[in-house]
């Protein structure tokens, strides 16, 4: 069975950096093909690419975020981890890490963040 | 503003048959896969076609996908209560090196 769950702070203050960790397990992050994405959605609004981290160690970043987010991986502890800086009330929401092999086939509940003074 | 552009709503009778469609461009849809996400609220989407018109073996059959040119269509037929859900399409987009989504369209079956 393929799992993963999101954690990190439920609130942070704006120009501060958020670290999300996406620990799954069910699956290898050293198979060919494989990746993990990070995904986020605003209250009530639509689904917003981020990020995403192939098994090859490739990664690619959402050119309206690019210098502000780093993706990396650590296969060892299963984990693919996020962080975001000089954070916005802008950039609140549910943020989601998902498998990527055939589509997004399986994704974490999400964690919500909230960005605010 | 989102690349792909999804309708905002669509309705259908319960037992009847519904489209979405989702309208992209040359360097997303037209070049690469399309994948379709179900999302009830509060909870995290889910997959129910991927690589255009591909289903992963727990989606029922009465979900499809298709594609031609630009856009891509997902049907829902049989329509139940329970298919009430917010529907996203997704691609990756050559020319940004990016993934992008719909705005998502809300299904309401009537």
């Known amino acids: 069975q393929i799992t993963l769950k999101e954690t990190g702070p439920t609130l942070v203050k704006p120009t501060q950096t958020v670290t999300l960790t996406c620990t799954f397990s069910?699956?290898?992050?050293?198979?060919?093909?494989?990746?993990v994405m990070w995904i986020r959605q605003p209250p009530g609004k639509a689904l917003e690419w981020l990020a995403l981290?192939?098994?090859?160690?490739?990664?690619r970043y959402s050119p309206s975020l690019r210098g502000r987010l780093t993706i990396s991986k650590d296969t060892l502890k299963n984990q693919v981890v996020l962080t975001l800086t000089n954070t916005d009330p802008a950039d609140t929401g549910t943020y989601f890490c998902a498998r990527l092999y055939q589509g997004l086939d399986t994704w974490g509940q999400g964690t919500l963040v909230t960005v605010s003074s | 503003q989102s690349v792909l552009t999804q309708p905002p709503s669509v309705s259908a009778a319960s037992g009847q048959k519904v489209t979405i469609s989702c309208s992209g461009s040359n360097s997303n849809i037209g070049e690469n896969h399309v994948s379709w996400y179900q999302q009830f609220p509060g909870t995290a989407p889910k997959l129910v076609i991927y690589?255009?018109?591909k289903r992963p073996s727990a989606i029922p059959h009465r979900f499809s996908g298709s594609k031609s040119d630009t856009s891509a269509t997902l049907d829902i037929t049989g329509l139940q209560t329970g298919d009430e859900a917010d529907y996203y399409c997704g691609a990756w987009d050559s020319s940004l090196s990016a993934v992008v989504f719909g705005g998502g369209t809300k299904l309401t079956v009537l």
């Open positions: 069910g699956f290898s992050l050293t198979t060919d093909r494989v990746g």
């Open positions: 690589d255009d018109e």
């Open positions: 981290i192939y098994w090859d160690d490739d990664k």
